[in-house]
């Protein structure tokens, strides 16, 4: 798959190591020591990824007329790039995200 038309380089989208390293120690735990190699492979991952999903996301809301991209354009993303079983977890937790934000306003309205 090739990078987004104005992107030509996964580099000139790096992520910011600190929240790189805050996802990689809440999957691994405290207890794990990471080489900075390690720590870049994994950033460098999560920035190709992300830039699939949204070139799919993209491409999906053409096909279907729209311009603006939606959570369920991200979720039929997984399915080319073989992450099938992300999508339900997605569905999940894009309508936990929803419920929460439907209370927050719920409680905004009451005040």
């Known amino acids: 798959m090739s990078l987004p038309c104005n992107i030509t380089n996964a580099e000139d989208v790096k992520l ?4 790189v390293l805050k996802i ?5 735990g405290e207890s794990h020591t ?3 190699e390690f720590k870049v492979a994994c950033s460098r991952a999560a920035s190709v990824f992300m830039l699939q999903t949204v ?12 311009a603006t991209i939606n959570p369920n354009d991200v979720i039929g993303a997984m399915e080319p790039l073989g992450h099938e079983d992300f999508q339900e977890k997605l569905r999940k937790a894009l309508e936990a995200y929803r419920t929460k934000k439907a209370a927050k306003s719920a409680k905004k309205a009451d005040k």
Not at 16 to 19: D, E, L
């Open 16 to 19: 910011p190591m600190a929240p």
């Open 55 to 66: 070139d799919i996301a993209v491409e999906r809301s053409k096909k279907e007329g729209r």
């Open 24 to 28: 990689i120690k809440k999957a691994a």
């Open 34 to 36: 990471f080489s900075n």
